[in-house]
């Protein structure tokens, strides 16, 4: 089995990475939507400030070193969706989940933290363009693939922010 890159630090998926926060109306012009946990969801929505499709084609980045482990386009709530393994500093592996991507630029491989994996998209088109963002644990029953995007059971699901916040650094 191919070993999974080493992540030592995690950073947000969209936007400027030094300057992100989740609050609308701020300077960095990315905003949640739609938080974790908030009615049953599985991950973090985000959006541009600007609203409506403006942040359609936006670049996605990866959120750390790690090995993509899915890349289809997952069905009609989902469009197209890459999930990418990432090996923590003490051996445990998470999982990011970017979904409702307008295009994939990397199906395979290895990838770098900050490398644009894809665009900001909608889910082939049944809704506003928006990155759906999750982060996961081994215990995540979808554990690589990608669900249903809400629950009431959030067992193997790490709230995103707060995870990015615990392993941030700012260089990128």
Known sequence: MKEIPLAESFAYPVGKQETLTAAKDDKDEWYQALKFGEQDHLGEDWNKNSGGNTDCGEPVYAAANGEITFAADAGAGWGNVLIITHQLPDGTEVQTLYGHLQEMLKTRDEVQKGEQIGKVGSANGRYLCHLHFEIRDRSSRDWNR????????????????????QRRKRDR
């Open 146 to 165: 990608p669900g249903g995007g809400y629950s009431t059971d959030r067992t193997g699901w790490l709230a995103p922010s707060e995870f990015i916040g």
